[in-house]
Protein backbone atom coordinates (compact mmCIF):
# COMPACT_ATOMS: atom_id res chain seq x y z
CA UNK A 1 0.00 0.00 0.00
CA UNK A 2 2.57 2.46 -0.76
CA UNK A 3 0.63 4.54 -2.70
CA UNK A 4 -1.77 4.88 -0.12
CA UNK A 5 1.03 6.19 2.17
CA UNK A 6 2.42 8.57 -0.50
CA UNK A 7 -1.37 9.70 -0.68
CA UNK A 8 -1.56 10.20 2.69
CA UNK A 9 1.41 12.38 3.06
CA UNK A 10 0.81 14.38 -0.09
CA UNK A 11 -2.39 15.48 1.27
CA UNK A 12 -1.74 16.47 4.97
CA UNK A 13 1.37 18.51 3.30
CA UNK A 14 -1.27 19.87 0.79
CA UNK A 15 -3.49 20.89 4.02
CA UNK A 16 -1.04 22.18 5.84
CA UNK A 17 0.11 24.35 3.73
CA UNK A 18 -3.19 25.58 2.70
CA UNK A 19 -3.87 26.26 6.59
CA UNK A 20 -1.08 28.32 7.18
CA UNK A 21 -1.52 30.32 3.50
CA UNK A 22 -5.40 30.82 4.86
CA UNK A 23 -3.84 32.17 8.10
CA UNK A 24 -1.58 34.29 6.61
CA UNK A 25 -4.41 35.89 4.55
CA UNK A 26 -6.62 36.17 7.12
CA UNK A 27 -4.24 38.34 9.11
CA UNK A 28 -3.11 40.39 5.85
CA UNK A 29 -6.82 41.42 5.46
CA UNK A 30 -7.29 42.16 8.97
CA UNK A 31 -4.54 44.05 9.13
CA UNK A 32 -4.84 45.74 5.87
CA UNK A 33 -8.41 46.74 6.69
CA UNK A 34 -9.00 46.90 10.24
CA UNK A 35 -6.01 48.34 11.39
CA UNK A 36 -4.70 50.03 8.59
CA UNK A 37 -0.86 48.56 8.33
CA UNK A 38 0.35 47.14 5.00
CA UNK A 39 -0.60 48.43 1.94
CA UNK A 40 -2.76 47.60 -0.65
CA UNK A 41 -0.74 47.35 -3.59
CA UNK A 42 0.74 44.80 -2.36
CA UNK A 43 -2.37 43.21 -4.23
CA UNK A 44 -0.25 44.53 -7.95
CA UNK A 45 -3.34 44.91 -9.05
CA UNK A 46 -4.72 47.94 -11.06
CA UNK A 47 -8.48 47.50 -10.25
CA UNK A 48 -8.54 46.16 -6.92
CA UNK A 49 -6.17 49.51 -5.72
CA UNK A 50 -9.14 51.73 -7.20
CA UNK A 51 -11.48 49.52 -4.05
CA UNK A 52 -12.56 50.96 -1.10
CA UNK A 53 -12.00 49.35 2.27
CA UNK A 54 -15.40 48.16 2.17
CA UNK A 55 -15.48 46.62 -1.41
CA UNK A 56 -12.16 45.22 -0.46
CA UNK A 57 -13.14 44.06 2.92
CA UNK A 58 -16.71 42.30 1.02
CA UNK A 59 -13.85 40.95 -1.80
CA UNK A 60 -10.98 39.54 1.22
CA UNK A 61 -14.47 38.28 2.89
CA UNK A 62 -15.60 36.08 -0.34
CA UNK A 63 -12.07 35.06 -1.21
CA UNK A 64 -11.50 33.80 2.44
CA UNK A 65 -14.99 32.34 2.34
CA UNK A 66 -14.62 29.86 -0.64
CA UNK A 67 -10.91 29.45 0.66
CA UNK A 68 -12.35 28.41 4.17
CA UNK A 69 -14.70 26.12 1.95
CA UNK A 70 -11.94 24.72 0.03
CA UNK A 71 -9.84 24.22 3.10
CA UNK A 72 -12.51 21.84 4.65
CA UNK A 73 -13.27 20.06 2.07
CA UNK A 74 -8.94 18.85 1.94
CA UNK A 75 -9.82 18.41 5.44
CA UNK A 76 -12.89 15.88 5.10
CA UNK A 77 -10.70 14.45 1.93
CA UNK A 78 -7.48 14.41 4.53
CA UNK A 79 -9.75 12.26 6.73
CA UNK A 80 -11.04 9.90 4.22
CA UNK A 81 -7.67 8.80 2.91
CA UNK A 82 -6.54 8.20 6.27
CA UNK A 83 -9.47 6.26 7.03
CA UNK A 84 -9.11 3.75 4.10
CA UNK A 85 -7.76 1.50 5.49
CA UNK A 86 -7.52 -2.17 2.86
CA UNK A 87 -9.30 -4.22 5.63
CA UNK A 88 -11.71 -1.05 6.48
CA UNK A 89 -13.30 -0.24 3.62
CA UNK A 90 -16.97 0.51 2.23
CA UNK A 91 -18.04 1.99 5.50
CA UNK A 92 -20.73 4.40 5.78
CA UNK A 93 -18.34 6.86 7.12
CA UNK A 94 -15.99 6.76 4.11
CA UNK A 95 -19.61 6.79 1.77
CA UNK A 96 -20.50 10.07 3.62
CA UNK A 97 -17.32 11.44 3.51
CA UNK A 98 -17.21 10.84 -0.15
CA UNK A 99 -21.08 12.20 -0.77
CA UNK A 100 -19.85 15.39 1.37
CA UNK A 101 -16.29 15.94 -0.42
CA UNK A 102 -18.77 15.77 -3.78
CA UNK A 103 -21.15 18.29 -2.39
CA UNK A 104 -18.85 20.23 -1.25
CA UNK A 105 -17.10 20.58 -4.45
CA UNK A 106 -19.63 21.41 -6.73
CA UNK A 107 -21.32 23.80 -4.45
CA UNK A 108 -18.10 25.79 -3.82
CA UNK A 109 -17.21 25.76 -7.63
CA UNK A 110 -20.88 27.00 -8.49
CA UNK A 111 -20.18 29.99 -5.88
CA UNK A 112 -17.32 30.74 -7.27
CA UNK A 113 -18.61 31.09 -10.95
CA UNK A 114 -21.29 33.21 -8.89
CA UNK A 115 -19.18 35.45 -7.20
CA UNK A 116 -16.88 36.04 -10.31
CA UNK A 117 -19.73 36.83 -12.25
CA UNK A 118 -21.33 38.93 -10.02
CA UNK A 119 -17.50 40.47 -9.20
CA UNK A 120 -17.51 41.33 -13.30
CA UNK A 121 -21.48 42.78 -13.27
CA UNK A 122 -20.69 45.20 -10.60
CA UNK A 123 -16.99 46.51 -11.11
CA UNK A 124 -16.64 45.78 -14.56
CA UNK A 125 -19.31 46.10 -15.80
CA UNK A 126 -18.72 43.39 -18.51
CA UNK A 127 -20.56 40.37 -18.33
CA UNK A 128 -18.29 36.56 -19.43
CA UNK A 129 -19.55 33.75 -20.64
CA UNK A 130 -17.18 31.40 -22.08
CA UNK A 131 -15.33 27.73 -22.17
CA UNK A 132 -11.94 27.87 -20.58
CA UNK A 133 -9.53 26.07 -22.55
CA UNK A 134 -6.28 26.51 -20.36
CA UNK A 135 -5.57 23.96 -18.88
CA UNK A 136 -7.99 20.64 -17.65
CA UNK A 137 -8.08 21.49 -13.79
CA UNK A 138 -8.57 25.28 -14.10
CA UNK A 139 -12.18 24.03 -16.28
CA UNK A 140 -14.92 24.71 -14.20
CA UNK A 141 -17.07 22.29 -15.45
CA UNK A 142 -14.18 19.45 -15.17
CA UNK A 143 -14.59 20.69 -11.23
CA UNK A 144 -18.12 19.86 -11.17
CA UNK A 145 -17.45 16.51 -12.70
CA UNK A 146 -15.11 15.48 -10.52
CA UNK A 147 -17.63 16.40 -7.56
CA UNK A 148 -20.28 14.44 -9.24
CA UNK A 149 -17.69 11.67 -9.42
CA UNK A 150 -17.21 11.52 -5.93
CA UNK A 151 -21.11 11.35 -5.48
CA UNK A 152 -21.34 8.48 -7.94
CA UNK A 153 -18.19 6.90 -5.91
CA UNK A 154 -20.35 7.33 -2.43
CA UNK A 155 -22.99 5.28 -4.58
CA UNK A 156 -21.11 2.60 -5.23
CA UNK A 157 -19.33 3.01 -2.01
CA UNK A 158 -22.88 2.08 -0.55
CA UNK A 159 -23.85 -0.61 -2.40
CA UNK A 160 -20.29 -2.26 -2.02
CA UNK A 161 -20.94 -1.70 1.71
CA UNK A 162 -24.57 -3.40 1.70
CA UNK A 163 -22.47 -6.65 -0.58
CA UNK A 164 -19.73 -6.58 1.92
CA UNK A 165 -22.26 -7.22 4.93
CA UNK A 166 -24.08 -9.95 3.17
CA UNK A 167 -21.00 -11.29 2.24
CA UNK A 168 -20.17 -11.74 6.13
CA UNK A 169 -23.45 -12.97 7.06
CA UNK A 170 -23.43 -15.67 4.84
CA UNK A 171 -22.06 -18.44 6.90
CA UNK B 1 -38.11 -12.95 7.19
CA UNK B 2 -40.14 -15.96 6.86
CA UNK B 3 -37.24 -18.83 6.46
CA UNK B 4 -35.77 -19.65 9.88
CA UNK B 5 -33.26 -22.40 10.87
CA UNK B 6 -34.08 -25.12 13.01
CA UNK B 7 -30.83 -25.42 14.37
CA UNK B 8 -31.73 -25.11 18.09
CA UNK B 9 -34.30 -28.24 18.22
CA UNK B 10 -32.06 -30.44 16.11
CA UNK B 11 -29.27 -30.32 18.32
CA UNK B 12 -31.22 -30.92 21.75
CA UNK B 13 -32.64 -34.23 20.00
CA UNK B 14 -29.11 -34.98 19.31
CA UNK B 15 -28.24 -33.71 22.70
CA UNK B 16 -24.91 -31.91 21.40
CA UNK B 17 -23.95 -27.97 21.60
CA UNK B 18 -23.34 -25.32 19.55
CA UNK B 19 -19.80 -25.72 20.06
CA UNK B 20 -19.45 -29.61 19.26
CA UNK B 21 -20.88 -28.56 15.89
CA UNK B 22 -19.17 -25.56 15.14
CA UNK B 23 -15.87 -27.87 15.79
CA UNK B 24 -17.48 -30.63 13.38
CA UNK B 25 -18.24 -28.66 11.13
CA UNK B 26 -15.33 -26.12 10.80
CA UNK B 27 -17.32 -23.10 11.39
CA UNK B 28 -16.65 -20.19 14.22
CA UNK B 29 -19.29 -20.47 17.28
CA UNK B 30 -19.47 -16.51 16.37
CA UNK B 31 -20.69 -17.78 12.86
CA UNK B 32 -22.99 -20.58 13.97
CA UNK B 33 -24.36 -18.19 16.44
CA UNK B 34 -25.79 -15.53 13.51
CA UNK B 35 -26.79 -18.99 11.71
CA UNK B 36 -29.20 -19.61 14.68
CA UNK B 37 -30.32 -16.31 15.33
CA UNK B 38 -31.67 -16.00 12.05
CA UNK B 39 -29.12 -13.03 11.29
CA UNK B 40 -27.34 -14.86 8.48
CA UNK B 41 -28.25 -13.57 4.70
CA UNK B 42 -27.78 -16.75 3.18
CA UNK B 43 -25.84 -20.01 3.92
CA UNK B 44 -23.56 -21.82 1.69
CA UNK B 45 -24.38 -25.29 -0.13
CA UNK B 46 -21.12 -26.44 1.74
CA UNK B 47 -22.27 -25.27 4.90
CA UNK B 48 -25.52 -26.74 4.59
CA UNK B 49 -23.86 -30.22 3.36
CA UNK B 50 -21.32 -30.16 6.57
CA UNK B 51 -24.69 -29.50 8.91
CA UNK B 52 -26.36 -32.29 7.21
CA UNK B 53 -23.43 -34.86 7.92
CA UNK B 54 -22.94 -33.84 10.90
CA UNK B 55 -26.31 -33.98 12.32
CA UNK B 56 -27.73 -36.93 9.89
CA UNK B 57 -30.54 -35.18 8.71
CA UNK B 58 -32.29 -33.63 5.45
CA UNK B 59 -31.37 -29.80 4.37
CA UNK B 60 -35.76 -29.60 5.19
CA UNK B 61 -35.03 -30.61 8.23
CA UNK B 62 -32.49 -26.97 9.00
CA UNK B 63 -34.32 -25.01 7.41
CA UNK B 64 -38.17 -24.02 7.74
CA UNK B 65 -40.45 -22.03 5.75
CA UNK B 66 -42.87 -19.88 8.42
CA UNK B 67 -44.97 -17.34 6.92
CA UNK B 68 -45.40 -13.79 8.61
CA UNK B 69 -48.11 -13.11 9.86
CA UNK B 70 -48.90 -9.40 7.67
Redesign the interface.
Known sequence: MRVLTTLRKLIRLIYILNFIVFIAIFIVMLATLFFGIGNIDILDNETLSTFSKTELGILGFMFLLLYAGYLYTLYIFKDLVYNLEPENLFTELQSTYLLRIGKLIIGLTLAEIGFKFLFDIFYQQEVKIGFQLEGLFQNTLFTICIGLFFIFLSEIFKIAGKLKQENQLTI | MAIYINLEQLLQERKLTSKDLAEEIG?TTA??S??KTG??????FS?LEAICKALDCQPGDILKYKPNDT
Open positions: INLILKARAIRT
